[in-house]
């Protein structure tokens, strides 16, 4: 016998229907339920991986915030070093010219005193 032969005495019995209602409509409702768990365990999964995702990106913008307040002090910091290095380049300039136009005039006065030729 095929189902479909199954399905057609069912139909001409109504006593089977009546009698049959009550199993078909738990077993549809148990694999309705079991669906549904199997759904809300799936968006439970996601809401959780959503959740993971979001605190990660809270760090990942914490770590950004510390990197770019990180960076700026460096730069002030490495703008007040380079203003120091640089003034003691021009200290460094100002020193060495008096001192080669002191040694200009020194070898001004030692060509001077030689006796020419």
């Given at each position: 016998?095929?189902?479909?032969d199954?399905?057609?005495?069912?139909?001409t019995?109504?006593?089977?229907?009546?009698?049959?209602?009550?199993?078909?409509?738990?077993?549809?409702?148990?694999?309705?339920?079991?669906?549904?768990?199997?759904?809300?365990?799936e968006?439970?999964s996601?809401?959780?991986?959503?959740?993971?995702?979001?605190?990660?990106q809270?760090?990942?913008?914490?770590d950004?915030?510390?990197?770019?307040?990180?960076?700026?002090?460096?730069?002030?910091?490495?703008?007040?070093?380079?203003?120091?290095?640089?003034?003691?380049?021009?200290?460094?300039?100002?020193?060495?010219?008096?001192?080669?136009?002191?040694?200009?005039?020194?070898?001004?006065?030692?060509?001077?005193?030689?006796?020419?030729?």
């Amino acid at each position: 016998m095929t189902t479909i032969d199954v399905l057609d005495k069912r139909l001409t019995d109504p006593e089977s229907i009546v009698w049959d209602l009550p199993g078909l409509l738990t077993t549809r409702t148990a694999k309705y339920e079991a669906e549904f768990a199997s759904i809300r365990a799936e968006i439970i999964s996601v809401s959780n991986r959503l959740d993971k995702i979001e605190r990660n990106q809270g760090m990942l913008q914490v770590d950004m915030r510390d990197l770019r307040n990180g960076v700026a002090r460096f730069m002030v910091e490495f703008d007040q070093r380079m203003r120091a290095l640089e003034a003691a380049v021009e200290k460094d300039r100002a020193d060495n010219a008096a001192r080669f136009d002191k040694i200009d005039a020194t070898l001004a006065e030692i060509l001077r005193r030689l006796p020419k030729a």
